[in-house]
Protein backbone atom coordinates (compact mmCIF):
# COMPACT_ATOMS: atom_id res chain seq x y z
CA UNK A 1 0.00 0.00 0.00
CA UNK A 2 0.55 3.31 -0.86
CA UNK A 3 1.07 6.00 2.99
CA UNK A 4 2.23 9.46 3.40
CA UNK A 5 3.19 9.55 7.58
CA UNK A 6 3.01 12.79 8.94
CA UNK A 7 5.15 14.04 11.32
CA UNK A 8 8.35 12.00 12.25
CA UNK A 9 8.55 12.06 16.18
CA UNK A 10 9.20 8.59 17.85
CA UNK A 11 5.26 7.60 16.55
CA UNK A 12 5.79 8.77 13.13
CA UNK A 13 9.03 7.62 12.37
CA UNK A 14 8.62 4.45 13.67
CA UNK A 15 5.02 3.77 12.07
CA UNK A 16 6.61 4.53 8.61
CA UNK A 17 9.58 3.04 8.77
CA UNK A 18 8.07 -0.06 10.27
CA UNK A 19 4.86 0.13 7.76
CA UNK A 20 7.87 0.74 4.86
CA UNK A 21 9.46 -2.75 6.64
CA UNK A 22 6.28 -4.71 5.84
CA UNK A 23 6.37 -3.88 2.16
CA UNK A 24 4.77 -0.84 1.90
CA UNK A 25 5.47 2.30 0.01
CA UNK A 26 6.00 5.19 2.60
CA UNK A 27 6.21 8.76 2.60
CA UNK A 28 7.30 10.35 6.19
CA UNK A 29 6.99 14.08 6.04
CA UNK A 30 7.28 16.65 8.44
CA UNK A 31 7.41 20.56 8.70
CA UNK A 32 10.64 20.77 9.63
CA UNK A 33 12.73 21.39 7.02
CA UNK A 34 16.27 20.41 9.24
CA UNK A 35 14.74 17.04 10.06
CA UNK A 36 14.18 16.20 6.99
CA UNK A 37 17.51 17.08 5.87
CA UNK A 38 18.92 15.00 8.47
CA UNK A 39 17.01 12.18 7.86
CA UNK A 40 17.88 12.68 4.42
CA UNK A 41 21.50 12.34 5.05
CA UNK A 42 20.97 8.80 7.00
CA UNK A 43 21.04 10.65 10.28
CA UNK A 44 17.86 9.91 12.93
CA UNK A 45 16.84 12.69 15.04
CA UNK A 46 16.15 10.77 18.06
CA UNK A 47 17.54 7.73 19.90
CA UNK A 48 15.70 4.23 19.38
CA UNK A 49 17.33 1.27 19.33
CA UNK A 50 17.47 -0.07 15.97
CA UNK A 51 15.91 2.37 14.05
CA UNK A 52 19.04 3.83 12.35
CA UNK A 53 19.50 0.56 10.50
CA UNK A 54 15.81 -0.31 9.42
CA UNK A 55 15.74 3.04 8.35
CA UNK A 56 19.15 2.63 5.90
CA UNK A 57 17.69 -0.99 4.86
CA UNK A 58 14.08 0.47 3.26
CA UNK A 59 15.66 4.13 1.97
CA UNK A 60 17.95 1.67 0.41
CA UNK A 61 15.00 -0.44 -1.21
CA UNK A 62 13.30 2.17 -2.39
CA UNK A 63 10.59 1.56 0.22
CA UNK A 64 11.22 5.15 2.32
CA UNK A 65 11.47 8.34 1.93
CA UNK A 66 11.63 12.00 3.61
CA UNK A 67 9.78 15.25 2.16
CA UNK A 68 8.45 18.73 3.56
CA UNK A 69 6.05 18.28 0.46
CA UNK A 70 2.95 17.17 2.26
CA UNK A 71 0.99 18.00 -0.56
CA UNK A 72 3.09 15.73 -2.58
CA UNK A 73 3.19 12.65 -0.41
CA UNK A 74 -1.00 13.23 0.31
CA UNK A 75 -1.42 12.74 -3.35
CA UNK A 76 0.53 9.81 -4.29
CA UNK A 77 -0.50 7.83 -1.36
CA UNK A 78 -3.83 5.67 -0.24
CA UNK A 79 -3.32 5.88 3.40
CA UNK A 80 -2.52 9.24 5.15
CA UNK A 81 -1.08 8.58 9.00
CA UNK A 82 -1.42 11.81 11.10
CA UNK A 83 1.24 11.36 13.72
CA UNK A 84 1.89 15.12 14.94
CA UNK A 85 2.33 15.98 18.55
CA UNK A 86 -0.30 16.65 20.84
CA UNK A 87 1.91 18.71 23.46
CA UNK A 88 -0.01 19.72 26.80
CA UNK A 89 -0.98 23.50 26.84
CA UNK A 90 -0.22 25.01 30.33
CA UNK A 91 -4.33 23.68 31.91
CA UNK A 92 -3.17 19.85 30.56
CA UNK A 93 -5.27 19.92 27.29
CA UNK A 94 -3.95 18.20 24.59
CA UNK A 95 -2.82 21.04 22.23
CA UNK A 96 -4.43 20.75 18.87
CA UNK A 97 -2.38 22.74 16.55
CA UNK A 98 -0.76 20.99 14.76
CA UNK A 99 -3.19 18.14 13.99
CA UNK A 100 -6.23 20.89 12.46
CA UNK A 101 -3.24 22.50 10.48
CA UNK A 102 -1.98 19.23 9.40
CA UNK A 103 -6.18 18.45 8.69
CA UNK A 104 -6.38 21.51 6.49
CA UNK A 105 -3.25 20.65 4.61
CA UNK A 106 -4.55 17.60 3.80
CA UNK A 107 -8.18 18.78 2.92
CA UNK A 108 -6.54 21.22 0.39
CA UNK A 109 -4.37 18.63 -1.06
CA UNK A 110 -6.66 15.35 -1.30
CA UNK A 111 -7.37 14.43 -4.85
CA UNK A 112 -8.51 11.03 -4.39
CA UNK A 113 -10.50 8.82 -1.88
CA UNK A 114 -8.23 8.36 0.85
CA UNK A 115 -8.02 7.14 4.26
CA UNK A 116 -6.79 9.92 7.28
CA UNK A 117 -5.78 7.77 10.16
CA UNK A 118 -5.21 9.96 13.63
CA UNK A 119 -2.39 7.52 15.35
CA UNK A 120 -1.22 11.01 17.51
CA UNK A 121 -2.80 10.57 20.81
CA UNK A 122 -6.13 13.09 20.89
CA UNK A 123 -8.78 13.50 22.92
CA UNK A 124 -12.50 11.85 22.24
CA UNK A 125 -14.38 13.77 19.29
CA UNK A 126 -10.61 15.00 17.65
CA UNK A 127 -11.17 12.63 14.06
CA UNK A 128 -14.51 14.05 14.07
CA UNK A 129 -13.26 17.63 14.29
CA UNK A 130 -10.53 16.09 11.54
CA UNK A 131 -13.24 14.44 9.22
CA UNK A 132 -14.91 18.46 9.38
CA UNK A 133 -11.84 20.42 8.78
CA UNK A 134 -10.96 18.25 5.88
CA UNK A 135 -14.46 18.34 3.93
CA UNK A 136 -14.39 22.15 4.35
CA UNK A 137 -11.48 21.87 1.82
CA UNK A 138 -12.35 19.55 -0.45
CA UNK A 139 -15.51 17.73 -2.43
CA UNK A 140 -13.59 14.31 -2.51
CA UNK A 141 -14.79 11.21 -0.63
CA UNK A 142 -12.41 10.37 2.32
CA UNK A 143 -13.06 8.32 5.59
CA UNK A 144 -11.50 8.91 8.96
CA UNK A 145 -10.38 6.38 11.30
CA UNK A 146 -8.62 6.56 14.55
CA UNK A 147 -6.09 3.56 14.98
CA UNK A 148 -3.85 4.51 18.58
CA UNK A 149 0.08 3.58 19.49
CA UNK A 150 0.70 2.05 21.49
CA UNK A 151 4.19 1.42 21.24
CA UNK A 152 7.01 2.32 23.99
CA UNK A 153 10.09 4.51 23.81
CA UNK A 154 13.16 2.34 24.08
CA UNK A 155 11.76 -0.98 22.53
CA UNK A 156 9.53 1.08 19.84
CA UNK A 157 10.00 -1.14 16.60
CA UNK A 158 9.70 -4.34 18.64
CA UNK A 159 6.42 -3.35 20.22
CA UNK A 160 5.32 -1.99 16.34
CA UNK A 161 6.10 -4.85 14.96
CA UNK A 162 4.69 -7.10 17.87
CA UNK A 163 1.71 -5.23 19.16
CA UNK A 164 -0.53 -6.93 21.60
CA UNK A 165 -3.13 -5.37 19.67
CA UNK A 166 -4.06 -3.00 17.23
CA UNK A 167 -7.38 -0.72 17.37
CA UNK A 168 -9.20 0.31 14.16
CA UNK A 169 -11.99 2.82 15.35
CA UNK A 170 -13.53 3.34 12.21
CA UNK A 171 -17.27 3.77 10.87
CA UNK A 172 -16.54 3.10 7.05
CA UNK A 173 -16.13 -0.40 5.64
CA UNK A 174 -13.66 0.56 3.22
CA UNK A 175 -11.29 2.09 5.89
CA UNK A 176 -11.76 -0.94 7.79
CA UNK A 177 -11.16 -2.98 4.91
CA UNK A 178 -7.69 -1.65 4.02
CA UNK A 179 -6.40 -0.64 7.49
CA UNK A 180 -6.74 -4.50 8.36
CA UNK A 181 -5.24 -5.45 5.42
CA UNK A 182 -2.92 -2.50 6.66
CA UNK A 183 -1.98 -3.93 10.04
CA UNK A 184 -2.77 -8.07 9.49
CA UNK A 185 1.17 -8.80 8.70
CA UNK A 186 1.13 -7.80 12.17
CA UNK A 187 -0.75 -9.52 14.31
CA UNK A 188 -4.17 -10.96 14.12
CA UNK A 189 -5.57 -9.60 16.95
CA UNK A 190 -7.72 -6.71 15.41
CA UNK A 191 -10.34 -4.78 17.31
CA UNK A 192 -12.49 -2.47 15.26
CA UNK A 193 -14.37 -0.07 17.07
CA UNK A 194 -16.36 3.53 16.83
CA UNK A 195 -13.80 6.31 16.55
CA UNK A 196 -14.30 7.64 20.46
CA UNK A 197 -14.21 4.16 21.89
CA UNK A 198 -10.85 4.16 20.24
CA UNK A 199 -9.23 7.33 21.07
CA UNK A 200 -10.72 6.50 24.48
CA UNK A 201 -8.99 3.04 24.55
CA UNK A 202 -5.79 5.35 24.09
CA UNK A 203 -6.07 7.74 27.10
CA UNK A 204 -7.48 4.70 29.09
CA UNK A 205 -4.88 2.44 28.35
CA UNK A 206 -1.90 5.20 29.63
CA UNK A 207 -3.74 6.19 32.79
CA UNK A 208 -4.38 2.83 33.93
CA UNK A 209 -0.72 1.98 33.21
CA UNK A 210 -0.08 5.68 35.22
CA UNK A 211 -2.13 3.85 37.88
CA UNK A 212 -0.49 0.62 38.08
CA UNK A 213 3.03 2.60 39.07
CA UNK A 214 1.40 5.12 41.66
CA UNK A 215 -0.32 2.14 42.97
CA UNK A 216 3.07 0.21 43.29
CA UNK A 217 4.80 3.18 44.59
CA UNK A 218 2.47 3.94 47.56
CA UNK A 219 2.60 0.54 48.38
CA UNK A 220 6.05 0.75 48.42
CA UNK A 221 6.36 3.78 50.40
CA UNK A 222 4.46 1.92 53.02
CA UNK A 223 6.76 -0.94 53.13
CA UNK A 224 9.60 1.20 54.09
CA UNK A 225 7.52 2.00 57.20
CA UNK A 226 6.48 -1.65 57.83
CA UNK A 227 10.12 -3.62 57.32
CA UNK A 228 8.39 -5.51 53.89
CA UNK A 229 10.32 -5.53 50.23
CA UNK A 230 7.72 -4.08 47.31
CA UNK A 231 9.67 -5.85 45.31
CA UNK A 232 8.73 -9.10 47.01
CA UNK A 233 5.07 -7.91 47.12
CA UNK A 234 4.82 -6.65 43.80
CA UNK A 235 6.14 -10.60 42.69
CA UNK A 236 3.54 -12.05 44.48
CA UNK A 237 0.61 -10.00 43.49
CA UNK A 238 1.91 -9.82 39.59
CA UNK A 239 1.30 -14.15 40.04
CA UNK A 240 -2.32 -13.20 40.08
CA UNK A 241 -3.45 -13.44 36.43
CA UNK A 242 -6.01 -10.75 37.43
CA UNK A 243 -3.11 -8.65 38.52
CA UNK A 244 -0.49 -9.34 36.05
CA UNK A 245 3.35 -8.87 36.60
CA UNK A 246 3.95 -5.73 34.20
CA UNK A 247 4.13 -2.09 35.56
CA UNK A 248 4.80 -2.99 39.55
CA UNK A 249 7.98 -2.02 39.38
CA UNK A 250 8.15 0.62 42.13
CA UNK A 251 10.95 3.96 41.70
CA UNK A 252 10.90 7.41 41.78
CA UNK A 253 7.63 7.62 39.17
CA UNK A 254 6.86 7.71 35.64
CA UNK A 255 7.89 10.90 33.51
CA UNK A 256 8.41 10.72 29.24
CA UNK A 257 6.51 12.38 26.41
CA UNK A 258 2.88 9.73 27.34
CA UNK A 259 1.92 9.17 30.73
CA UNK A 260 2.39 12.87 32.17
CA UNK A 261 0.57 14.47 29.39
CA UNK A 262 -2.33 11.65 29.08
CA UNK A 263 -3.31 11.88 32.72
CA UNK A 264 -3.60 15.18 32.81
CA UNK A 265 -5.09 15.35 29.45
CA UNK A 266 -7.86 12.57 30.52
CA UNK A 267 -8.55 14.40 33.75
CA UNK A 268 -9.31 17.79 31.37
CA UNK A 269 -11.52 15.43 29.40
CA UNK A 270 -13.51 14.62 31.95
CA UNK A 271 -13.49 17.88 33.47
CA UNK A 272 -15.39 18.95 30.07
CA UNK A 273 -18.12 16.83 30.73
CA UNK A 274 -18.79 17.53 34.68
CA UNK A 275 -17.04 14.40 35.81
CA UNK A 276 -14.24 15.00 38.38
CA UNK A 277 -11.76 12.04 37.53
CA UNK A 278 -10.64 11.60 41.04
CA UNK A 279 -8.40 8.48 41.02
CA UNK A 280 -6.47 9.85 38.17
CA UNK A 281 -6.05 12.79 39.62
CA UNK A 282 -4.66 10.95 42.69
CA UNK A 283 -2.56 8.69 40.46
CA UNK A 284 -0.95 12.43 38.96
CA UNK A 285 -0.48 13.62 42.64
CA UNK A 286 1.24 10.55 44.22
CA UNK A 287 3.90 10.60 40.90
CA UNK A 288 4.61 14.07 41.58
CA UNK A 289 5.97 13.73 44.96
CA UNK A 290 7.35 10.03 44.30
CA UNK A 291 10.55 11.50 42.76
CA UNK A 292 11.16 14.00 46.13
CA UNK A 293 11.68 10.72 48.04
CA UNK A 294 15.46 10.68 46.64
CA UNK A 295 16.15 14.45 48.20
CA UNK A 296 14.29 12.99 51.58
CA UNK A 297 16.81 10.37 51.62
CA UNK A 298 19.35 12.15 51.11
CA UNK A 299 18.84 14.65 53.41
CA UNK A 300 17.71 11.62 56.42
CA UNK A 301 21.14 10.69 55.96
CA UNK A 302 23.59 13.51 55.05
CA UNK A 303 20.98 15.97 57.16
CA UNK A 304 22.14 19.71 55.39
CA UNK A 305 22.76 19.19 51.36
CA UNK A 306 24.61 22.60 51.17
CA UNK A 307 27.85 22.51 50.17
CA UNK A 308 27.58 18.73 49.57
CA UNK A 309 28.35 16.90 46.26
CA UNK A 310 25.96 14.41 44.90
CA UNK A 311 26.08 11.93 42.04
CA UNK A 312 23.38 11.23 39.60
CA UNK A 313 23.30 8.28 37.46
CA UNK A 314 20.75 8.77 35.09
CA UNK A 315 19.04 11.68 33.60
CA UNK A 316 16.77 9.88 30.68
CA UNK A 317 13.35 9.17 31.57
CA UNK A 318 13.94 5.47 31.49
CA UNK A 319 17.15 3.33 29.78
CA UNK A 320 17.55 3.31 26.37
CA UNK A 321 16.35 6.34 25.57
CA UNK A 322 17.59 10.29 25.25
CA UNK A 323 14.19 11.22 25.97
CA UNK A 324 14.05 13.34 29.30
CA UNK A 325 10.58 14.79 28.71
CA UNK A 326 9.36 15.36 32.44
CA UNK A 327 12.21 12.82 33.60
CA UNK A 328 12.09 12.84 37.35
CA UNK A 329 15.99 13.74 36.76
CA UNK A 330 14.68 17.26 36.15
CA UNK A 331 12.87 18.32 39.51
CA UNK A 332 14.95 16.17 41.56
CA UNK A 333 18.31 18.28 40.09
CA UNK A 334 17.00 21.62 40.66
CA UNK A 335 16.14 20.77 43.89
CA UNK A 336 19.62 19.78 44.78
CA UNK A 337 21.34 22.96 43.13
CA UNK A 338 18.69 25.09 45.12
CA UNK A 339 19.37 23.37 48.45
CA UNK A 340 23.02 24.45 47.88
CA UNK A 341 24.46 20.45 46.50
CA UNK A 342 27.05 20.90 43.57
CA UNK A 343 25.37 18.08 41.28
CA UNK A 344 27.67 15.68 39.16
CA UNK A 345 25.72 14.11 36.36
CA UNK A 346 25.70 11.29 33.80
CA UNK A 347 24.03 9.80 31.57
CA UNK A 348 25.11 7.19 28.43
CA UNK A 349 23.21 9.28 26.04
CA UNK A 350 20.67 12.04 27.27
CA UNK A 351 23.49 14.44 28.70
CA UNK A 352 23.20 16.67 25.54
CA UNK A 353 19.83 16.60 25.90
CA UNK A 354 19.71 17.51 29.29
CA UNK A 355 22.19 19.88 29.32
CA UNK A 356 20.24 22.07 26.67
CA UNK A 357 17.50 22.07 29.73
CA UNK A 358 19.41 22.93 32.67
CA UNK A 359 22.88 24.99 32.94
CA UNK A 360 23.89 25.89 36.30
CA UNK A 361 27.46 26.78 37.52
CA UNK A 362 27.33 23.98 39.99
CA UNK A 363 26.18 21.44 38.13
CA UNK A 364 28.70 19.40 35.72
CA UNK A 365 28.05 17.13 32.81
CA UNK A 366 30.11 14.13 33.51
CA UNK A 367 31.57 11.72 30.10
CA UNK A 368 31.23 8.60 32.71
CA UNK A 369 29.99 7.11 35.53
CA UNK A 370 33.34 7.01 37.43
CA UNK A 371 33.93 10.58 36.67
CA UNK A 372 30.31 11.39 38.21
CA UNK A 373 30.84 9.49 41.26
CA UNK A 374 34.61 10.99 42.12
CA UNK A 375 34.67 12.78 45.67
CA UNK A 376 31.10 12.77 45.62
CA UNK A 377 29.20 12.61 48.68
CA UNK A 378 26.60 10.07 47.92
CA UNK A 379 25.48 8.92 44.42
CA UNK A 380 21.33 8.49 43.56
CA UNK A 381 20.71 6.40 40.83
CA UNK A 382 17.66 7.39 38.92
CA UNK A 383 17.21 5.96 35.79
CA UNK A 384 18.01 1.62 35.29
CA UNK A 385 20.27 1.88 32.63
CA UNK A 386 22.47 -1.67 32.24
CA UNK A 387 25.66 -0.44 32.87
CA UNK A 388 24.99 0.90 36.33
CA UNK A 389 23.53 -2.52 37.10
CA UNK A 390 27.34 -4.08 36.24
CA UNK A 391 30.00 -1.83 38.18
CA UNK A 392 31.23 -3.60 40.77
CA UNK A 393 30.33 -2.14 44.23
CA UNK A 394 33.31 -2.44 46.15
CA UNK A 395 35.39 -0.41 42.87
CA UNK A 396 32.20 2.09 43.78
CA UNK A 397 32.95 2.54 47.15
CA UNK A 398 36.39 3.40 46.51
CA UNK A 399 35.18 6.13 44.08
CA UNK A 400 32.69 7.98 46.83
CA UNK A 401 33.81 9.89 49.45
CA UNK A 402 31.46 8.43 51.46
CA UNK A 403 29.67 5.01 50.30
CA UNK A 404 26.00 6.70 50.70
CA UNK A 405 23.89 4.93 47.49
CA UNK A 406 20.32 5.86 46.89
CA UNK A 407 19.12 3.47 44.70
CA UNK A 408 16.13 5.13 42.92
CA UNK A 409 15.34 2.26 40.60
CA UNK A 410 15.75 -0.67 42.92
CA UNK A 411 18.68 -2.03 40.59
CA UNK A 412 21.20 -3.22 43.53
CA UNK A 413 20.46 -6.36 45.35
CA UNK A 414 20.57 -7.22 48.90
CA UNK A 415 23.11 -9.54 48.43
CA UNK A 416 25.80 -7.28 46.63
CA UNK A 417 25.19 -4.79 49.04
CA UNK A 418 26.29 -7.40 52.09
CA UNK A 419 29.92 -7.12 50.65
CA UNK A 420 30.38 -3.89 51.03
CA UNK A 421 29.71 -0.86 53.65
CA UNK A 422 27.14 1.46 51.93
CA UNK A 423 24.29 3.19 53.47
CA UNK A 424 22.11 2.55 51.15
CA UNK A 425 18.35 3.33 50.51
CA UNK A 426 16.25 2.18 47.80
CA UNK A 427 12.63 2.18 47.43
CA UNK A 428 10.12 -0.17 49.33
CA UNK A 429 13.11 -2.37 50.39
CA UNK A 430 14.96 -2.50 53.91
CA UNK A 431 17.63 -0.15 53.81
CA UNK A 432 21.11 -1.26 54.25
CA UNK A 433 24.09 0.20 56.72
CA UNK A 434 27.31 -1.39 56.02
CA UNK A 435 26.55 -4.79 54.60
CA UNK A 436 23.75 -5.40 57.04
CA UNK A 437 19.52 -5.31 57.04
CA UNK A 438 18.29 -2.34 58.76
CA UNK A 439 15.46 -4.31 61.03
CA UNK A 440 14.18 -1.62 62.43
CA UNK A 441 11.42 0.04 60.58
CA UNK A 442 9.07 2.37 61.91
CA UNK A 443 6.26 0.27 62.95
CA UNK A 444 2.96 2.52 62.85
CA UNK A 445 1.04 0.17 65.46
C1 LIG B 1 4.23 4.58 27.49
C2 LIG B 1 3.28 3.40 27.21
O1 LIG B 1 3.85 2.21 27.78
C3 LIG B 1 3.04 3.22 25.73
O2 LIG B 1 2.08 2.19 25.52
C4 LIG B 1 2.52 4.55 25.16
O3 LIG B 1 2.36 4.44 23.76
C5 LIG B 1 3.47 5.70 25.49
O4 LIG B 1 3.69 5.75 26.89
P1 LIG B 1 6.85 5.02 27.36
O5 LIG B 1 6.54 6.34 27.99
O6 LIG B 1 7.75 5.01 26.18
O7 LIG B 1 5.51 4.29 26.92
O8 LIG B 1 7.57 4.11 28.45
P2 LIG B 1 7.15 3.01 29.52
O9 LIG B 1 8.08 1.88 29.39
O10 LIG B 1 5.72 2.71 29.49
O11 LIG B 1 7.53 3.76 30.89
C6 LIG B 1 6.92 4.99 31.28
C7 LIG B 1 7.44 5.43 32.62
O12 LIG B 1 6.96 4.60 33.66
C8 LIG B 1 8.96 5.43 32.76
O13 LIG B 1 9.36 6.61 33.43
C9 LIG B 1 9.26 4.21 33.61
O14 LIG B 1 10.43 4.36 34.37
C10 LIG B 1 8.02 4.17 34.49
N1 LIG B 1 7.71 2.82 34.99
C11 LIG B 1 7.28 1.86 34.13
C12 LIG B 1 7.80 2.55 36.35
O15 LIG B 1 8.17 3.41 37.15
N2 LIG B 1 7.46 1.29 36.80
C13 LIG B 1 7.04 0.32 35.97
O16 LIG B 1 6.73 -0.80 36.46
C14 LIG B 1 6.94 0.60 34.59
Not at 157 to 177: F, H, M, W, Y
Not at 208 to 236: H, P, Q, R, Y
Not at 255 to 271: E, M, N, R, V, Y
Not at 377 to 395: G, H, N, P, Q, V
Request: charged residues 25%; aromatic residues 6%; glycine residues 6%.
Amino acid sequence: MKLAVIGTGYVGLVSGVCFAHLGNEVICVDKVNEKIEMLGRGEVPIYEPGLKELIDTNVEAGRLRFSTDLADAVNKSDIVILAVGTPSLPNGEANLTYIKQAAAEIGAAINDYKVIVTKSTVPVGTNEKVAAIIAEQTNQRFDVASVPEFLREGSAIRDTLNPDRIVIGTTSEKAQEWLTQLHSPLTDNILVTDIRSAEMIKYASNAFLATKISFINEIANICEKVGADVTKVAEGMGHDNRIGRSFLKAGIGYGGSCFPKDTQALIQIAGHVDYEFKLLKSVVEVNQDQRFNVIRKLEAILDDLQGKTIAIWGLAFKPETDDIRDAPAVEIIQTLLQRGASVKAYDPVATSNFSRLISHPQLKYCDSKEEAVANADALCLLTEWKEFAEISLLELEGLLRKPILIDGRNVFSEEELSQTSFIYYSVGRPNMNHGVRDESPVLLF
